[in-house]
């Protein structure tokens, strides 16, 4: 079966090569007309397809052509509208981050990782963080501090030591950087309807930045981190190799 297929590709030389056989091979479509998209790159360039996906909530299959790849297929040039009618999907629930500057100017963003705060200065952030309407610690002392969605806990999440979460578990990881006040802290495990707010102590002594995903918003007074699961996303993943799958076998690596 025919399936109208739109290639986006990183500017890695090894994916703008695979994009122009690709397109040759199987023709190319624009987003909007087609039915599913095709990523060539590395996680960062998955990451970019999934997010023009908030609206119209197309399928993205991606193929690795940059480094790590954790969330891409294997490449391979032949059999592509074969593996995509046989691929197995995995639904990703996005995070909304609102996040209010010190001037008082309020800035929405999604993220499908995580959604980070880090201090700006050589200045430690000292934060206040509320989950669900109730204080849960009046200061913590850190380098920063994020809420992982289970797609993101093996990205920077687990970098920060924070733990690895299956696909579909419902759970959102809060995990600090670097924390030196409380010191022996090591975060929380978070249901996934959690609302976790963040107030900037001392936010102009002590400048903080958030960013969902790579959207950065510096100089913040509070950050809302909530789920939205109005924009779900859909990636597809190869029989036997799915995001599930992968996640769980990241648990047992050394």
């Not at 996005?94 to 100017?105: F, H, Q």
């Not at 993220?111 to 050589?122: G, H, M």
């Not at 509320?130 to 380098?143: A, I, K």
């Not at 969605?149 to 419902?170: D, F, K, M, Q, V």
């Amino acid at each position: 079966m025919t399936i109208k297929i739109a290639f986006t590709a990183s500017r890695r030389p090894e994916a703008q090569e695979a994009l122009q056989r690709l397109t040759r091979h199987y023709g190319q479509y624009d987003e909007e007309d087609a039915e599913v998209v095709v990523a060539l790159g590395g996680d960062g360039s998955m990451l970019n397809a999934m997010r023009r996906r908030f609206d119209d909530r197309k399928p993205v299959y991606g193929m690795n052509r940059g480094t790590v790849g954790f969330l891409m297929n294997d490449f391979a040039e032949d059999n592509l509208i074969e593996r995509i009618n046989k691929a197995e999907k995995a639904t990703l629930v996005p995070l909304r981050m609102t996040a209010t500057d010190v001037n008082g100017e309020h800035f929405e963003r999604l993220a499908i990782n995580e959604v980070s705060l880090f201090r700006e200065t050589a200045q430690s952030a000292k934060l206040r963080i509320r989950v669900d309407g109730n204080e849960r610690m009046s200061e913590l002392t850190c380098d920063g501090i994020m809420v992982a969605t289970p797609a993101g806990s093996t990205a920077y999440n687990l970098s920060a030591h924070g733990p690895i979460l299956p696909i579909g578990a419902n759970l959102l990881a809060l995990t600090p950087v670097s924390a030196f006040r409380p010191r022996r802290w090591r975060g929380a495990l978070l249901r996934h309807d959690a609302k976790v707010e963040f107030e900037i102590v001392e936010p102009n002594r002590r400048p903080v930045a958030a960013a969902a995903d790579n959207q950065e918003v510096r100089d913040i007074a509070k950050v809302f981190v909530t789920e939205d699961r109005s924009k779900p996303l859909t990636m597809l993943f190869d029989p036997g190799h799915a995001l599930d799958e992968r996640i769980l076998r990241e648990q047992f690596s050394f």
